[in-house]
Structure formats: C-alpha cells, structure tokens
C-alpha cells in the first residue's frame, strides 16, 4: 500500500493490543521494525512500489508477545497508541513504541491480505464482505505476561 505524503490514507486497519513482557528491567514487544521518512524506502522488502515509507514489521520473535497478539512481518504500523506513525523518523516510531511508562502497546495495522478481502468483496452484499473480512482479521488477541 502506498500513498502520496500529504494526502490522506485510505486503509484496511486491524487493532493489535501487545503486553510487554518483563525481562529484567526491560520490556520486550517481541518484533522490530525498519521503515521510516528518513530511510531509504528502496531497501523495503515490503513496500510494493519502493517508495513508501512507512514503518514495517521486518522481525517477529517466535513464541513472544507480538506473535502471541497476531502481528505478522510485513504488517504496516500506521498508529501507535494513537499516534500516527505514517510520516515518522525510524527514531521516533522506535520511541513511540519502547515508551517505558507504557506496559501495552496498542497498534493499528494494514497488512496486504485485509486490503484483498475488501478488493475481492466489491460487487457483493454487505453481509458477505463482513464475513469475509471477520474470517481473515480473526480476533484481537492480548495475552498477559508478567509485568516489571
């Protein structure tokens, strides 16, 4: 999905609520990201014209809080928290989601198999779209770790 900056974005969204988990002192998501304004969008495996740069989910940690919530590589961030993470610096979306006062990170995302399911439902009823799209988003999942 890309966009021109400046113009507003049209987009299939799904919420994901992630609890960090306590490792120490730290708190983990269990993914990373790669994107950003200040990237070269080039070198982004997963924007389809190499020229968005949005923030990416490039890494998910097998068994860990992200993958437990049904994030998946390749999901696009377009909030964080309600913050919008459509024209940020690498830097920033890396701040806005490693907020140490925040125990739950809550995401939107777009990812390509949401927008198919709208593209594949025009022409057919209401009913039969919302269907189709509660049997590809699935539920929002939190699962709870233990907090720091």
């Known amino acids: 999905m890309s966009f021109v900056p400046g113009q507003p974005v049209t987009a299939v969204v799904q919420r994901i609520e992630i609890q960090k988990l306590c490792q120490g002192e730290n708190l983990i998501l ?13 070198q982004n495996p997963f924007s389809e014209d190499k020229s968005d740069k949005g923030i990416y989910v490039t890494r998910i940690t097998p068994g860990g809080p992200a993958e437990v919530a049904g994030l998946r590589m390749g999901d696009k961030i377009m909030q964080v928290n309600g913050w919008d993470m459509t024209m940020v610096t690498h830097d920033q979306a890396r701040k806005k989601l490693t907020n140490k006062r925040e125990d739950v990170v809550r995401l939107l995302i777009t990812r390509r198999s949401l927008e198919e399911v709208v593209k594949q439902s025009k022409g057919k009823s ?17 699962k709870h770790f233990h907090n720091c």
């Open 30 to 42: 269990g993914f990373s990201i790669g994107g950003g304004i200040d990237q070269d969008p080039g």
């Open 126 to 142: 209401p009913q039969t779209v919302i269907e189709g799209h509660r049997a590809t988003q699935g539920q929002q999942r939190t």
